[in-house]
């Protein structure tokens, strides 16, 4: 297979086409952009900053009255910008090994960046080609407090110790902890069973906890009316996704993986507001007005494929050509179908904590293999998905646990799987032969067993 | 020379049963008709399952290359979960009746995940232990994963586990760690020279022996060295650093020594960090056994746990304050997140207080040992001569 892949007229070759996006998504760069631009004056305005990773604890940080900033999404902003670099220069610098979890290392590189723009103050090797305040990664504002709330990953966790440490140990900093959807009991499943139950009630404390941390700490009241508020938003924009994403399992599909991957940010971290609704109604519509139309993702979709592991954000553009390069349409994903309040009807908006709690467990790498193929191999099905592309994520241990379980879960079901060499935010590990090869190869082996 | 012979012999009859703990394992069941359970680092207390009649066996990296387990965890794990779950793939877990956890490192749950999946009929129970010290809402949560595995292993054992039954098993554990913990002060006291190699097999033979049974020939050996004191040969006295749940290599660790090096102190898993920490007396032995756990963070702190009052690196120049260790050899098993997030603390402390030190990333598949020593012999000469080092790093 080539990268011409059909002829229109016999004798004369296709251009190989791109993947058409969705034109709807544009807005939530401008609003992502928006919101980093305003985030990085936040000093300037008096505001307080909270540096946080792991789940979308924004509703609860708007709540009290504070700004946020995410560490891993700047992390992703500054690697799909090609950004990264100096980011992860002054992490190496500072003895970070290329191994390490490089959303971690290119954040924790922001981190020196801001704090030497701060202090001056931090321990470097000749860091070559130290960049100025123009440089985006080191435009974070110095943060107030710490707020840990990764699930799945001890890396994640084990990030902001460093990153608190990085600060000289003086800002306030909590953490909410994670149990692993593991399943010890007969009675364990997605959503299901004892261990969720005490899980979902376990993390539910530990909000209550944050907010009195943060009520403490900034002298603020807790501004309740405007959580509920903001989840009300929230579970709104929410359900318009799932909707929207249902929409794709229209053949051929209206839309692919790489736009739900182009509204991650909006989902994961804005406000929530009436935008982010609109965002999202935009996207549904823009989604029913293909559907209506006649118009699809790829020109001569082919194969169905789910994309399983977090993204490579240096090629999330490279990638959807790829794929549709080879008239492949990447229908769902772990990342975007199982991730980001993803189960609506789980939040009261009454009584949003227990909700979100349970949302925050539902991180799409914080559970066992077999609660993992129970939502994944229900989305294959759904979807009508022929085989499902692994990205094997070189320093993410957490997106790549259980990869090779799923695989032989899904091969047992006829499906046809492959994996690729890449990682989250580090150029290095992508290997675009390893890739073409076994895509190829796939989609040979999908023909053939289309044929018999 | 006699005595020599002798703590010569009984040390080399633990490291046969350290380097074949399955071995041990289906002799000790054989022998007593019990339960062997597999436990997993770092932080599992031993004593629950010594509580139930079974035999705790720390499960420990084995040198097979990595076969059939390449199909089910990324060659991007650390040796130590590579083997463990190639163990399982090719049927050296047959002889263990359980798999049990109680630690939160990603690599580890992705890795018993995969033998689990493998080994669908072997009990296979993570109770996991929340890995941030600071918040009041931990403590009651390590508590009630101890009460569920003490039920647990209560079911798989067929017994019911008495407070009485935990305190004994507790006590039997405070003994032997407290044998190994006065080797470890005679080698940093220079009254025996004790090799790192040796040194790693008291460790590692107690991680997989019956404790009644390792505790009977550490007293003995204790007592041999206690009475024929012997100096150390080499010159510069270092400290090794690190190297999380399994053992670095023992050929390294004689690589280093034949750089006229004697290694003093450590902090390795399969070393003082294992057995630095006793669990305090009390009534109540679930509770004892949650303070162990806060206990060893604080004794000899770990940055698989997340806690901002303790500082590895505050401990780690302390420590070499203590036993004169000039120099430290960082371990990091090649892919281990925590040791690799943490170093650059590690690097800046040893900095400031200009403690020279070398970095040495471990592999599975094995090492480079001679271009590895050309960099020992370099730390060496440099704390051997100070200002040579100096000039030349200036120059
Ligand atoms: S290893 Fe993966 S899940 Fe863990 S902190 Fe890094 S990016 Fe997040
Ligand atoms: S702590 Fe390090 S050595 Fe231990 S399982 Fe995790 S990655 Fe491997």
């Known amino acids: 297979m080539s990268v011409i892949t059909e002829a229109t007229k016999p004798g004369q070759a296709r251009t190989a086409p791109n993947a058409n996006r969705l034109v709807s998504t544009r807005a939530g760069g401008k609003l992502v952009k928006d919101y980093w631009d305003n985030l990085f004056t936040a000093r300037d305005r008096g505001a307080t900053v909270v540096w946080y990773n792991g789940a979308a604890i924004n509703p609860i940080l708007q709540a009290a009255g504070v700004e946020w900033c995410h560490g891993e999404a700047f992390g992703a902003r500054l690697a799909a910008m090609h950004l990264e670099q100096p980011a992860q220069l002054a992490g ?55 707020v840990n709330a990764y699930a799945g990953c001890s890396t994640g966790q084990q990030w902001d110790e460093v990153s608190y440490r990085v600060f000289d140990k003086e800002l306030p900093f909590f953490k909410v902890s994670y149990p692993l959807l593991w399943g010890n ?159 609506p009807q789980l939040i009261d908006e009454d009584d949003p904590i227990l909700g979100m709690a349970q949302h925050y467990l539902l991180c799409p790498f914080n559970h066992s293999a077999r609660n993992l193929a129970e939502q994944v191999l229900r989305d294959c099905e759904t979807y009508g998905i022929d085989g499902i592309v692994f990205h094997a994520t070189r320093t993410c241990r957490s997106a790549t646990n259980g990869q090779l379980l799923l695989a032989k879960m899904a091969q047992a079901r006829g499906m046809q799987t492959m994996f690729f060499e890449g990682d989250v935010a580090d ?16 989609l040979e082996t999908i023909d053939v067993q289309r044929g018999r | 020379m006699e005595q020599s012979a002798t703590i010569n012999g ?59 387990g390449r199909s089910l965890l990324h060659e991007f794990y650390c040796g130590y979960t590579r083997s463990l779950v190639d163990q399982a793939a090719t049927g050296k877990l047959a002889g263990y009746d359980g798999l049990f956890l ?37 403590r009651p949560q390590v508590g009630e994963q101890i009460a569920a595995l003490r039920q647990r292993l209560g079911e798989l054992c067929g017994v019911s586990i008495s407070d009485a039954a935990i305190q004994h098993s507790i006590a039997a554990y405070n003994r032997n760690r407290g044998l190994l913990r006065k080797v470890y002060d005679l080698r940093r006291r220079g009254r025996i020279a004790l090799g790192s190699r040796q040194m790693q097999v008291l460790i590692k033979s107690s991680m997989v022996m019956d404790v009644e049974e390792h505790t009977a020939i550490l007293t003995k050996l204790v007592a041999l060295f206690e009475a024929y004191p012997q100096v150390p040969e080499g010159q510069v006295r270092l400290h090794l650093s690190g190297h999380f749940c399994h053992a670095p290599r023992p050929e390294l660790l004689d690589m280093i020594e034949s750089c006229g090096v004697t290694v003093v102190d450590d902090d390795v898993f399969t070393g003082y960090r294992y057995i630095a920490t006793d669990v305090p007396d009390g009534p109540d032995p679930v509770e004892a056994l949650t303070q162990w756990y806060f206990d060893r963070n604080s004794n000899v702190p770990c940055s698989t746990r997340a806690q901002k009052t303790v500082d590895w690196e505050g401990y780690l120049v302390d420590s070499l304050k203590g036993s004169g260790a000039q120099g430290v050899v960082v371990l990091i098993a090649k892919f281990c997140e925590p040791h690799m997030l943490y170093y650059p603390e590690l690097r800046k402390a040893l900095h400031r207080e200009g403690i020279p030190h070398l970095v040495v990333e471990t592999e599975h598949e094995g090492l480079a040992l001679e271009m590895l020593k050309t960099r020992v012999e370099a730390l060496v000469e440099g704390i051997r001569r100070p200002r040579i080092a100096t000039a030349q790093a200036l120059a």
């Open chain 1, 92 to 146: 190496e610098a500072y003895g970070y090994i290329n191994e390490l979890c490089s959303y971690a290392r290119t954040t924790l590189g922001c981190a020196l960046l801001t704090k030497q723009e701060a202090t001056a103050k931090i321990e470097m090797d000749g860091l070559p080609g130290v960049p100025d305040k123009e440089v985006l990664a080191s435009r974070l504002p110095p943060p107030d407090l710490f």
């Open chain 1, 185 to 343: 009991r007969p009675d364990a499943g997605y959503l299901r069973g004892e261990e969720w139950d005490n899980a979902s009630k376990f993390v539910a404390s530990q909000l209550h906890g944050l907010i009195e941390f943060l009520e403490h700490q900034t002298g603020n009241r807790f501004d309740w009316e405007g959580l509920r508020e903001s989840m009300h938003y929230i579970k709104r924009a929410a359900q318009l996704r799932i909707e929207a994403l249902e929409l794709c399992k229209a053949r051929p599909t209206p839309a692919v993986f790489w736009d739900w991957v182009a509204s991650i940010a909006p989902i994961n971290f804005l406000p929530g507001n009436q935008a982010l609704v609109d965002y999202f109604a935009a996207v549904k519509a823009e989604i029913e007005d293909r559907l209506r139309d006649g118009v699809s993702s790829l020109p001569n979709e082919r194969y169905r494929l789910a994309f399983d592991g977090i993204m490579n954000w240096n090629k999330v553009g490279w990638l959807a050509n790829k794929f549709a390069e080879h008239d492949a349409a990447v229908v769902c994903g772990r990342y975007t179908h199982n991730s980001f309040w993803h189960e």
């Open chain 2, 10 to 68: 009984i040390i080399a009859d633990l490291a046969q049963i350290a380097a074949d703990p399955g071995r041990y394992a289906s002799g000790w069941k054989a022998r007593r008709e019990g339960r062997v359970v597999g436990i997993l680092p770092m932080n599992f207390p031993p004593e629950i399952v010594h509580a139930a009649g079974a035999l705790p066996v720390l499960m420990q990296e084995d040198d097979a290359a990595i076969t059939y």
């Open chain 2, 102 to 138: 109680v630690d939160h490192c990603v690599a580890l749950l992705g890795a018993v995940d995969a033998v689990r999946f493998e080994l669908p009929e072997m009990p296979v129970y993570l109770a996991q232990f929340m890995a941030s010290m600071d918040e009041p809402t931990t």
């Open chain 1, 427 to 442: 150029e290095s590990f992508y290997k675009d032969e390893v890739l073409q090869n076994r895509l190829e190869a796939m």
